[in-house]
């Protein structure tokens, strides 16, 4: 329905809608290519059984949000208030679906760094013990000369 509503617009006016929402137009091009490649990539991966179905079940949702942010750049250039407005809530969207797939791998990562800091820590207290036992068993010796 967008899609006739843009050329509505296109015959209404003398200029290009490339002349007047040139970025627009753009990104909207390479939304819509990115949406088709995940549509057609996520059928795929179902329609074959592959073995990682998380990859199938991913690309429906890239295809979904892409799908989306297509609509919602029509939006923009057909009643560019509307669609700065579900523009927004679009990203909202987006920083929410990026948050829930990205906690188990930040969470992953997170509990890594700190075990690594706490086995460094440990190593350097190990190695620090080593050096106050070697110093004081110098200490014992007037001259200070190594045994």
């Known amino acids: 329905m967008l899609g006739v509503l843009l050329q509505l617009k296109q015959?209404?006016?003398?200029k290009s809608l490339f002349d007047t929402d040139y970025?627009?137009?753009v990104i909207l091009i390479v939304v819509l290519i990115v949406y088709s490649g995940s549509?057609?990539?996520s059928t795929y991966i179902r329609q074959n059984h592959l073995n990682n179905?998380?990859?199938?079940?991913?690309?429906?949702?890239i295809s979904l949000l892409f799908g989306a942010l297509a609509l919602v750049?029509?939006?923009?250039?057909?009643?560019?208030?509307?669609g700065v407005a579900a523009l927004l809530f679009w990203i909202g969207w987006f920083v929410s679906f990026v948050a829930v797939y990205s906690y188990p791998y930040v969470k992953a990562l997170?509990?890594?760094?700190?075990?690594?800091?706490?086995?460094?820590?440990?190593?350097?207290?190990?190695?620090?013990?080593?050096?106050v036992s070697a110093f004081t068993m110098n200490s014992g010796d007037p001259t200070g000369?190594?045994?």
């Open 73 to 82: 750049l029509e939006l923009v250039i057909l009643v560019p208030a509307l």
């Open 53 to 61: 179905s998380d990859l199938g079940k991913f690309m429906s949702k």
């Open 110 to 131: 997170y509990k890594s760094a700190v075990a690594g800091v706490v086995q460094a820590f440990e190593k350097l207290k190990g190695y620090l013990k080593n050096m």
């Open 23 to 25: 970025p627009t137009i």
């Open 39 to 41: 549509l057609i990539g």
């Open 145 to 147: 000369s190594p045994s």
């Open 11 to 14: 015959g209404a006016g003398t």
